[in-house]
């Protein structure tokens, strides 16, 4: 049954664990309204013949409905309508209430791609990669302008926002692999911002994960060529690579040295008179602050020159560049300029 109608309605594979239950939805909908429509085109066509005018002075006799009848009309379509909502809003819900054990990606959408970005694993554009039969949530975010997450076969779909995150869930049943739309036009290459999620079977997944973070050389078979991954072994380091990306270390040292700017070197929790007068310490929020908005809040002894980030970093970029921040300790700082390429691109 569910296949027949599946097919009926042109409706894609059912590959998540939401699709079923938005479907049946879907064909109770669509069967309630087409057998209304139905039943009133038909007996509108059978009291045309019926009642057709018989000669010039005939009237129409005026009819005073029961009141059963009104109550049928008000009650029917209500109860339907109502019913409708309550199991839609029950599937709202639960699309809406990622699971507390879900794994987490994050996702940065721009003009024209996807960006997936593992807390703890690779990065890649375009990719996603999940395992079968385990929630994942995504925390999505744009960089530039409204863009939407759709994958069809998932019945997932997710407006994803400049300057704030929103989040959506799903649980891929089917190994496999299915398309990623934009379903919110956003310029000219909006068709072509096409993506990809790879439902992978969990062992398998698990050990594509574990080659990746042993080496970031290519896994035969496993990358396809529009896929990009950089491996990087913590939040700390893509902080690291954001860093060398945006040219902080032109400004910023992490030995200790003072230069244009503050040292990074044990920043995280020192105290910095500011020159207000006003000491502060240095915590997230203000490393934050002070990435978005650099002359806010002025540390003694430096020109108010650093330009601000707003716009130009993502969320997540600015969660790893604070984790960095945080990891350069004296215990742990690494004292040796950064290295090596921004990217390990495989292809
Ligand atoms: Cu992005 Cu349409």
Known sequence: MNEFFRK????????????????????????????????????????????KRKSETQTTPHVEPTMMIE?????????????????????????????ADAMDVYVMAKKWMWKFNYPDGPNSVNVLR????????????????????????????????????????FNATT?????????????????????????MPPAEYQTWLDNLKRS?????????????????SSLAEQGRRVAAEQGCFKCHTIDGTKFTGPTWLNMFGRTEKLITGEKIVVDEAYMTESIMDPLAKIVEGYAPVMPSFQNKLAGPEIAALVEYMKSLRTDT????????????PVH
Request: charge should be negative; hydrophobic fraction near 45%; glycine fraction near 6%.
């Open 130 to 169: 999940v395992p079968a039969g385990r929630p994942v949530r995504l925390l999505m975010t744009s960089q530039d302008v409204i863009h939407s997450f759709f994958v069809p076969e998932f019945r997932v779909k997710k407006d994803v926002n400049p300057g704030r995150y929103t989040q959506t869930w």
């Open 216 to 232: 970031p050389l290519p896994q035969d078979g496993l990358n396809t060529d529009i896929e990009k991954v950089s491996v990087n």
């Open 333 to 344: 700082a690494r004292t040796t300029p950064p290295e090596g390429p921004l990217y390990a």
């Open 175 to 199: 190994p496999g692999k299915y398309e990623i739309l934009c379903s919110q036009y956003c310029g000219a290459g909006h068709s072509i911002m096409r993506g990809e999620v790879i439902v």
């Open 8 to 51: 009926l309605l042109f409706l894609p594979e059912q590959a998540s664990t939401f699709a079923a239950g938005v479907d049946h939805l879907h064909y109770f909908v669509a069967l309630t309204t087409f057998i209304m429509a139905l039943a009133v085109g038909v007996l509108a066509v059978v009291f045309i013949a019926l009642y």
């Open 71 to 99: 109550a049928a009309f008000v009650s029917v379509p209500l109860v339907l309508f109502l019913l409708w909502f309550a199991v839609g809003f029950r599937q709202f819900v639960e699309q809406d209430t990622p699971p």
